[in-house]
């Protein structure tokens, strides 16, 4: 950046003479303080080294915009805010407003320095609308400047950038178009639907891993944020979640929760009524996502892929409902398998498991009678498991054996209440005969009394 030109504008915004010359020079620096290019993005994802050249003096450039901004934001007098060569125009607002958001967050082209001016920077910019915060510059607010809404423009002017072609050479416009999506809300989000969808999509469809998860993040964030109707149209709904079904494949660690939370907002609103109860028991998606999610799991010996699945099913099984009892019986078999592994060494693995187990209970209890033998054994033998080392040991159940403990008694509890004739047998047998260690045989007496 040339100091002379700041010193010139400066000089400019002292006199209040040729402010459109100011807005001229002001859009110059803008302009050359965005991260560049990087054709390397194509082959690989961009590194900290490839921006090596423009982090040497990218904290000057914004420090000399935020002494410009905060020099223009002084002058600014509300009795001039319509004249036109005296109030910033609103393609420099949107400029200002993307530089800021590609560095709105830590990243590889990004310093402490920048970020810290970039906030500064959007405070001066809702100084200058007379607005109260970047929510109400991008979707639109009456301030005395007039009706103000740049996140048409802003999403507009940097689309070239997310282009299937161009998306991996522009990493900082992919983090400006994520920051300025994730400040979009109900009811906002809903005309822009048809600008920022496209660019989840191709982000989506990346075989790098991070990126892959940005754009579950960024589909997730869509999908929540508009109403059912409005998915509808076009069938946005439907392309969706063919984009995002064949990830169910890929058995990612990292993929997989934010995968199944997407999914599951996403099944919310294509499937079934507009409400909740309201629920169809014909074939559907729900079904399609629980087939490969539990065949998924049935395949799987890696400890943390395992783990990442049990912690995301109470939710698919919670959004499902009563749809889940078609798959009753392998739904029991893989919690069985679960809880067996689980409660001799992975502890939290077991407790999703009995969180996933109550979600069943708590949805399909007119089949429980049928299942009851094997639910009661599945959880007597965790039980055990957790208990019976301990007690050999001398040693006192630490906090989380206590929760596990605590939450098998809830299942156990529940399953006795729903199938009372087909378990109270089994209750007497244990009282009179089992006495494994002494918290089995409390929780045996709480529950069956």
Same mark, same amino acid.
């Given at each position: 950046?040339?100091?002379?030109?700041? %010193?010139?504008?400066?000089?400019?915004?002292?006199?209040?003479?040729?402010? *459109?010359?100011?807005?001229? =020079?002001?859009?110059?620096?803008?302009?050359?303080? @965005?991260?560049?290019?990087?054709?390397?993005?194509?082959?690989r994802p961009c590194e900290i080294t490839d921006f090596h050249d423009y982090l040497v003096n990218i904290s000057s450039k914004f420090k000399n915009l935020t002494?410009? +901004? !905060?020099? #223009?934001?002084?002058?600014?007098? *509300?009795?001039? #805010?319509?004249?036109?060569?005296?109030? #910033?125009?609103?393609?420099?607002?949107? %400029?200002? %407003?993307?530089?800021?958001?590609?560095?709105s967050n830590e990243n590889i082209w990004t310093t402490s320095d920048t970020i810290k001016y970039s906030r500064e920077l959007l405070s001066y910019l809702c100084k200058l609308y007379y607005l109260k915060?970047?929510?109400?510059? %991008?979707?639109?607010?009456?301030?005395?400047?007039? +009706?103000?809404?740049? @996140?048409?423009?802003?999403?507009?002017?940097?689309?070239? !950038?997310l282009l299937k072609g161009t998306w991996k050479t522009y990493p900082a416009a992919v983090s400006c178009y994520q920051w300025m999506l994730f400040q979009m809300k109900s009811p906002h989000l809903s005309p822009h639907l048809n600008s920022v969808l496209p660019t989840a999509l191709i982000i989506l469809d990346d075989y790098v891993l991070e990126n892959r998860i940005s754009g579950i993040k960024c589909l997730a964030h869509i999908t929540d944020n508009i109403t059912r109707t409005e998915l509808g149209w076009h069938g946005h709904g439907e392309v969706i979640y063919k984009a995002l079904e064949p990830l169910l494949y890929q058995k990612k660690e990292a993929l997989i929760q934010p995968l199944i939370s997407c999914l599951v907002i996403v099944l919310g609103k294509i499937e079934g009524g507009y409400i909740k109860e309201e629920a169809s028991f014909e074939w559907s998606r729900y079904d399609e996502v629980l087939e490969k999610v539990l065949q998924c799991m049935e395949m799987e010996d890696h400890c943390n892929v395992r783990l990442a699945y049990i912690s995301s099913l109470p939710l698919l099984l919670d959004s499902a409902g009563l749809r889940m009892c078609r798959w009753s019986k392998r739904l029991l078999r893989v919690l069985s398998g679960s809880m067996e592994v689980a409660g001799l060494s992975l502890r939290e693995e077991a407790f999703f498991a009995l969180l996933a187990l109550q979600v069943f209970l708590k949805h399909c209890w007119p089949f429980v009678p049928a299942h009851s033998h094997d639910l009661i054994h599945m959880l007597l033998k965790l039980l055990c498991?957790?208990? +019976? !080392? !301990? =007690?050999?040991? =001398?040693?006192?159940?630490?906090?989380?054996?206590?929760? #596990?403990?605590?939450?098998?008694e809830e299942c156990l509890s529940l399953v006795v209440k729903i199938a009372p004739k087909e378990t109270q047998p089994i209750g007497s047998k244990l009282k009179d005969k089992a006495r494994f260690s002494e918290t089995f045989v409390t929780v045996v007496n709480r529950v069956f009394e």
């Open positions: 950046m040339d100091d002379s030109m700041v %010193l010139e504008i400066l000089e400019l915004l002292k006199g209040r003479d040729h402010v *459109p010359d100011v807005w001229q =020079n002001v859009e110059h620096l803008i302009s050359d303080a @965005f991260a560049p290019q990087m054709t390397i993005g194509n082959e002494l410009i +901004f !905060k020099q #223009i934001s002084e002058k600014t007098d *509300p009795s001039e #805010i319509h004249s036109t060569s005296k109030s #910033i125009g609103k393609h420099h607002a949107v %400029l200002l %407003l993307l530089l800021c958001g590609e560095h915060s970047v929510l109400e510059l %991008l979707t639109g607010t009456e301030s005395k400047s007039g +009706f103000v809404e740049l @996140f048409s423009a802003a999403i507009f002017t940097l689309r070239p !950038k498991d957790i208990t +019976f !080392k !301990k =007690n050999n040991d =001398n040693k006192k159940l630490d906090v989380e054996d206590e929760h #596990i403990v605590s939450k098998i």
